[in-house]
């Protein structure tokens, strides 16, 4: 058959897939099962290999189009779901406890995330274990210090465990930045205890792990955790080049997806954030359905990003920005370079408020001046910005260096609090289910995602040392798998496509939170959202309707989650009637350590979001 | 203008085809920035990209018989063809599946090293010249697989094999100059097809990280190579 048989025209219309054909030739009787399109050679069920040690036959469920849907299933003692700083560190801990250790990967192994960027990282690390936990670099105001405690206890006292530089090195990285003398440039003056060097490069780590005894699947996207009487017991996803469904077994664990930082505005190509597609809190958003509260939503790690050129999409690799330690050339609309005469630790309110006093410029920010002989120094510019001054010459013929020329810029989320809830042996309100972030923490960082992962993973491989098998009832599995395929097949009048609710959603968000907030706009924000929710949503259809590789469907499933996320932000947001850190509302200004030194916790009671506070646990 | 991309879900379609589409113009427009448009206004496109800013290498592409990474590419007000990355097998439209490429990559690059590291040897000053100029640029590769996929010696089906391709090479010579690394990358290089390269500089001339200088790395390598005498062309396995 030609091609044209095949495909239809833009806009739909009836694709006979390989699947349908095979279907016609009746043998789909219930007894003989296919596995997901994209096999040219079907097979009866007895002739499909066996998956992982103990596995279940694939099992069928009918998706909603009559095609019978398939399963393989997948068993360990200790399942990873992410594989960045986190998920790495949680595994390897897992390992080294004996477990068995299953690590899943949205995309790529190794080029997913904000890991997969293979970029210029900076890590941080003391030159003296703590002498208190309290003075652990994974700790923050409102962290859990029963947690901190636990995990600078697992750390201990001798100075090179605290090493995360050596760690990376150990790992596979080289030299960091250096000085023209050939030592090793320190971000922080020496005598302050603290060290902080830059140019580390996250792909040596996934390089070493591949020669580790921990299987590693990749392109799999999770999209629910498998809970079996309120307890976890692995997880639910598919497989994305093969659109195979995949059921997860485990006896405990760990999500470590990243922040999700997707719903911060809309950049021509992607948000107002120099992290990834892939982190849409796919994980946290599953964990808060099945009644996990999420904790650190109001929060966002921000610094500032270039967004023009704007098809670059707020990208830190590809644009020019201004980290907290390198402000001096960041100015006004009218040149004055107002970073100045600011306290480096007050770096984004000092920026929001140029921008609400009117001294920003037309695309709602402020400007990096780059055109002072100085100003692309290493002290002055991060040679990880640096270097994109020649790509933007020779791709887009604009000269940064041209005197009267300003960057445009903007605060950009690069990290995100928001993520469920863990306490102080890092289990979530779930049996069974650990995370790597969620203590209260305001936002992560590389180097806490290392230490508070390990002990995740740590814990988690205890538990499953101590757990028997969990009973398992597939079809609670059976019944996600319907859910998501529903996804993709789903008809409706008006349909409305996966990335017009994203626009809508990322759009109303970032007019909401930037530059500051009030309690107005988070009212119009959270109507918006509901509206979406009731409205949108259920009429949400792909036109694509493949299995293998599908972006759309990957979007449409994504926009359940990212909801949630973004409705945890908003809600937060309304509760706190403060400002603190990089969150700022205009209606209170202050922070108000009275009342608000506390996180809080979004929680699903009766089908509603409800915004509690949290008080800090002490030690 | 009109972008004409190359179709292929292997659910319906017995084989590739091209499709045309319109897209306008606009300032700075990128081809990742087209083909988003096109998923989004037109009909849905198989593609994949990440950071945007070419340190993940995802959204590697061939624009008119060129690799490049879509996130940095601007386009020109002119027709187009892109194609899925050349050399790499099809999971759908502009998606191609690199695993064997990557972890080909993630093996040479392994440092090798026989003791442990502390802390002072991770901090020991080096030579910025000779050590970290040249380890530099090196580390910034993306693994996209521009080079790859250009490569005449990599998709010489008579060379097939003989040459890792300039991606992984690139990993050897990072190794080569870290000044931790134990190994000998010298002997690797050659062994890897060092010698097979027929150094025409299509990998520098695609290659999105600017920085990284192929055939001055290669040259270096070899000048290495020659005063040991380990100037052998890696031959074919099979006899016959």
């Not at chain 1, 890092?426 to 972030?437: C, D, E, H, I, N």
């Not at chain 2, 972008?3 to 879900?9: R, S």
């Not at chain 2, 062994?191 to 920085?211: R, S, T, Y």
Request: aromatic share 8%; proline share 4%; glycine share 8%.
């Amino acid at each position: 058959m030609s091609n044209e048989e095949f495909n239809s025209p833009a806009g739909g219309g009836a694709r006979v897939s390989r699947r349908q054909f095979f279907k016609a030739g009746g043998l789909l009787a219930g007894t003989a099962l296919f596995a997901g399109a994209g096999l040219t050679a079907c097979a009866p069920q007895g002739e499909l290999p066996a998956t992982g040690e103990d596995a279940a036959p694939a099992a069928a469920v009918a998706g909603a189009d009559g095609t019978m849907l398939t399963y393989s299933v997948y068993d360990t003692d200790v399942l990873v779901i992410g594989t960045g700083f986190g998920g790495m560190a949680a595994a390897m801990q897992a390992m080294a406890k004996g477990q068995r250790v299953l690590m899943i990967d949205k995309a790529s192994f190794g080029f997913s995330g904000a890991q997969g960027m293979n970029w210029d990282q900076e890590v941080t690390w003391p030159d003296e274990a703590p002498e208190s936990f309290e003075f652990s670099n994974f700790n923050d105001t409102l962290a859990n210090q029963k947690l901190v405690k636990n995990v600078w206890e697992m750390v201990g006292n001798e100075a090179e465990a605290w090493n995360a530089m050596l760690w990376w090195v150990r790992m596979g990285g080289t030299t960091w930045n250096r000085l023209p003398d050939g030592s090793i440039e320190n971000l922080i003056s020496a005598g302050q205890g603290v060290n902080l060097v830059q140019r580390g490069f996250s792909r040596h780590h996934t390089d070493l792990m591949k020669t580790l005894p921990i299987t590693v699947m990749d392109n799999t996207m999770i999209t629910d955790l498998f809970v079996n009487d309120g307890q976890c017991v692995g997880a639910i996803g598919y497989h994305s080049l093969t659109g195979e469904y995949r059921v997860f077994r485990a006896k405990a664990t760990v999500s470590s997806v990243g922040a999700c930082c997707q719903m911060y505005g809309w950049l021509d190509v992607h948000p107002v954030s120099m992290n990834v597609p892939d982190n849409t809190g796919d994980v946290d958003a599953a964990a808060y359905r099945h009644g996990c509260s999420l904790i650190g939503n109001e929060f966002f790690g921000v610094d500032l990003i270039s967004v023009e050129p704007s098809s670059l999409g707020a990208s830190f690799n590809a644009g020019i920005g201004a980290d907290g330690n390198h402000m001096k050339y960041v100015c006004d609309k009218d040149g004055n370079f107002f970073m100045r005469e600011t306290d480096q630790y007050d770096v984004s309110r000092a920026i929001r408020d140029t921008v609400l006093a009117g001294k920003g410029g037309e695309h709602g920010g402020v400007f990096i001046d780059l055109t002072d002989p100085d100003a692309l120094d290493r002290e002055n510019t991060r040679p990880c910005y640096a270097r994109n001054v020649e790509l933007w010459k020779s791709e887009f013929g604009i000269d940064v260096t041209e005197p009267g020329y300003k960057i445009p810029v903007k605060l950009e989320a690069f990290e995100h609090g928001g993520t469920f809830l863990i306490d102080e042996n890092a289990q979530s309100q779930l049996p069974g289910l650990f995370g790597t972030r969620g203590y209260g923490e305001v936002k992560g960082h590389i180097t806490q995602q290392t230490f508070v992962g390990s002990y995740a993973g740590r814990r988690a491989a205890e538990y499953a040392a101590s757990a028997a098998a969990p009973a398992i009832d597939w079809s609670v599995a059976e019944a996600e798998i319907s859910r998501i395929d529903e996804i993709r097949t789903r008809s409706a009048e008006n349909g409305i496509r996966p990335h017009v609710i994203r626009h809508n959603l990322q759009t109303t968000f970032y007019d909401a939170y930037e530059p500051a907030t009030d309690a107005d706009k988070l009212q119009a924000c959270l109507d918006e959202i509901e509206r979406i929710k009731s409205e949108d949503l259920p009429k949400m259809t792909v036109m694509d309707k493949s299995v293998v590789w599908n972006r759309e469907w990957r979007d449409a499933i994504e926009n359940y989650n990212l909801i949630d996320m973004t409705e945890a932000v908003i809600r937060a947001a309304m509760l706190r009637e403060e400002s603190r850190d990089t969150f700022y509302r205009t209606d209170f200004p202050e922070p108000d350590e009275e009342n608000w030194h506390a996180s809080i916790t979004c929680t699903l009671k009766d089908g509603v979001m409800q915004a509690e506070k949290f008080e800090q646990v002490m030690a | 203008m009109k972008v004409t991309i190359q179709k292929y879900d292997p659910t319906v379609d017995s084989e590739p085809y091209l499709q045309d589409y319109d897209v306008p113009m606009s300032e700075n427009l990128t081809v990742l920035k087209a083909i988003l448009y096109i998923h989004e206004n037109i009909e849905p496109i198989a593609f994949d990209y990440s950071c945007r800013g070419r340190v993940c290498g995802r959204c590697a592409v061939m624009v008119n018989g060129e690799s490049c990474t879509a996130c940095t590419k601007a386009m020109k007000d002119e027709d187009v063809l892109i194609e899925p990355l050349a050399g790499f097998p099809i999971v759908r439209d502009l998606v191609v599946d690199k695993t064997r490429f990557h972890d080909r990559i993630s093996g040479v690059e392994q440092r090798v090293r026989a003791t442990p590291i502390s802390h002072e040897e991770a901090i020991a000053p080096i030579d910025y010249e000779k050590v970290f100029n040249k380890v530099d640029p090196l580390e910034w590769c993306a693994r996209c697989g521009c080079c790859q996929s250009m490569c005449p010696a990599v998709n010489s089906l008579d060379e097939g094999g003989n040459y890792v391709g300039p991606a992984a090479m690139i990993g050897i010579a990072l190794r080569h100059y870290d000044p931790l690394d134990q190994g000998d990358r010298i002997v690797q290089a050659v062994q890897e097809g060092l010698w097979n390269c027929i150094m025409c500089g299509k990998c520098d001339e695609v290659c999105p990280v600017h920085e990284i200088e192929h055939l001055q790395t290669w040259t270096e390598l070899r000048a290495e190579a020659e005063k040991r005498s380990l100037t052998e062309k890696k031959s074919k396995l099979m006899p016959f």
